[in-house]
């Protein structure tokens, strides 16, 4: 069987934060592609695309690579009006501004890749927990198009599916991603908790599933 790989759609933070970290001395724009089967919405790219200038080397590689990548942002004819016609009324209650546009262009572009039998299901990965608890979530949990991770999710997935990609390695990356200031720390942080506090549960949290990925490599691989 030909390697079928993970479909996923990526917003403009995840694509930044994932554009932080090296896999097998390769970097996001690299890796990215050799693993999985990316998507984006027209929208994400812009907003990626802004302050270039100001960017690292690997965001700019990046950006070119998009650019190349026709395939990679489906030309969505229906973003626009499932987003005003069904998206705001029903998930999103607040006015439609730039505010969240990228999040909610990528669900539209997920209903319109499953609608059309272009994919089954596919993975959204976002680094936006209040866009994701604010309407993301719901949408995914009401209408089967698949399911909403985050990059350290989505580096466990890679870690679980490509020996190539050692214990240390993943550790060192999933680390270094979630140490990134403009993370999401939310889900983990209490009234008491500092930013660090909650910074440290969520790595002790990965932390933990790699090792319960690596202890089933280990009994898988006997």
């Given at each position: 069987?030909?390697?079928?790989?993970?479909?996923?759609?990526?917003?403009a933070n995840a694509?930044?934060?994932?554009?932080?970290?090296?896999?097998?001395?390769?970097k996001?724009d690299?890796?990215l592609?050799?693993?999985?089967q990316?998507?984006t919405?027209t929208s994400?790219?812009?907003?990626?695309?802004?302050?270039i200038?100001n960017?690292t080397?690997?965001?700019?590689?990046?950006l070119?690579?998009?650019?190349?990548?026709?395939?990679?942002?489906p030309r969505?004819?229906?973003?626009?009006?499932?987003e005003?016609?069904?998206?705001?009324?029903?998930?999103?209650k607040?006015?439609?501004k730039?505010?969240?546009?990228g999040?909610?262009?990528?669900?539209c572009?997920?209903i319109e890749?499953?609608?059309?039998?272009q994919?089954?299901?596919i993975v959204?990965v976002?680094d936006?927990?209040?866009a994701?608890?604010?309407?993301?979530?719901?949408?995914v949990?009401e209408i089967?198009?698949?399911?909403?991770?985050n990059t350290?999710?989505?580096?466990?997935y890679?870690?679980?599916?490509n020996?190539?990609?050692?214990?240390?390695?993943?550790?060192?990356?999933?680390?270094?991603?979630?140490?990134?200031e403009?993370?999401?720390?939310?889900k983990?942080?209490?009234?008491?908790?500092s930013?660090?506090d909650?910074m440290?549960?969520?790595?002790?949290y990965?932390?933990?599933k790699i090792?319960?990925?690596k202890y089933?490599?280990?009994?898988?691989?006997?």
């Amino acid at each position: 069987m030909a390697e079928k790989k993970l479909e996923v759609l990526i917003d403009a933070n995840a694509f930044s934060h994932l554009c932080r970290i090296e896999l097998n001395r390769s970097k996001a724009d690299k890796w990215l592609w050799q693993y999985l089967q990316v998507f984006t919405c027209t929208s994400v790219k812009n907003e990626f695309a802004k302050r270039i200038n100001n960017r690292t080397p690997t965001e700019r590689s990046m950006l070119n690579v998009l650019e190349r990548r026709q395939k990679s942002i489906p030309r969505t004819r229906k973003i626009t009006r499932l987003e005003k016609n069904w998206l705001h009324p029903q998930y999103y209650k607040k006015q439609l501004k730039k505010d969240d546009e990228g999040e909610r262009h990528l669900i539209c572009t997920a209903i319109e890749l499953v609608k059309e039998k272009q994919i089954g299901q596919i993975v959204i990965v976002t680094d936006d927990y209040t866009a994701q608890t604010n309407f993301m979530n719901k949408v995914v949990e009401e209408i089967n198009i698949g399911q909403i991770w985050n990059t350290p999710d989505l580096l466990t997935y890679l870690y679980l599916t490509n020996d190539s990609i050692n214990f240390e390695n993943i550790t060192d990356a999933v680390s270094d991603i979630i140490a990134i200031e403009s993370m999401s720390w939310k889900k983990y942080k209490t009234r008491q908790d500092s930013q660090s506090d909650a910074m440290i549960k969520m790595k002790k949290y990965y932390l933990n599933k790699i090792d319960k990925i690596k202890y089933l490599k280990n009994k898988y691989n006997q």
